[in-house]
């Protein structure tokens, strides 16, 4: 004869009397509630699931939560109606995590397939640039380098020993270089 901690396991003892002595705080009541119905909650968990992994693991959750929910059992329904129901809960939020995590991961891949797209323009944008400065006269080139190093046209002026005004037209016509060699190379 099967017994679990002083639990006989043909039947001698009701689930209801099983859950609600669980419930109590009885671990070998929980015991054998838990070795009772186990096969039948994988069984459930695999049918909700569709996969012995996935059941295997949504199983290990129903027993996880199971200690606590056993806390609020009052014996109203029968055992395993609302072991199902505890089960059935814990497959749909199961699902809602997995559902969370993928989008999270969607997300995610779509931004960092953005973040680097941008990244990877903005480094042949800075190296077209430095690329086509090295074709401007020194002069447009260097006021162009001191104004891209955020620095002021006033303070770039000071530097240069030339006036605000002559900073400004310097850049002015350091764009429209630029401009022009972009166009030529779009053009070749």
């Not at 689930?15 to 509630?33: Q, V």
């Not at 939020?93 to 995590?101: E, G, L, M, Q, T």
């Not at 074709?135 to 380098?145: G, I, K, V």
């Not at 104004?147 to 605000?164: F, K, P, R």
């Amino acid at each position: 004869m099967a017994r679990v901690l002083g639990y006989d396991m043909r039947m001698n003892v009701s689930d209801e009397d099983l859950a609600l002595a669980a419930a109590g705080g009885d671990g070998a009541a929980f015991e054998a509630l838990l070795t009772r119905h186990y096969d039948r909650l994988f069984a459930l968990a695999f049918r909700f699931t569709g996969s012995r992994a996935e059941a295997e693991d949504l199983t290990q959750d129903i027993c996880a939560v199971l200690p606590a929910k056993l806390a609020g059992y009052r014996g109203d329904a029968k055992v395993t109606t609302w072991l199902y129901r505890v089960a059935h809960n814990a497959a749909i939020d199961r699902r809602r995590r997995a559902a969370s995590y993928s989008k999270a991961l969607t997300g995610w891949g779509d931004w960092e397939v953005g973040r680097k797209k941008a990244d990877a323009e903005e480094k042949e944008a800075v190296g077209w640039l430095y690329t086509a400065m090295g074709r401007l006269s020194e002069t447009l080139r260097d006021t162009l380098a001191l104004v891209l190093d955020d620095l002021t046209h006033a303070e770039v002026a000071d530097i240069m020993g030339v006036s605000e005004g002559t900073v400004s037209w310097r850049i002015s016509e350091a764009k429209k270089a630029l401009r022009v060699l972009k166009e030529e190379e779009e053009a070749s």
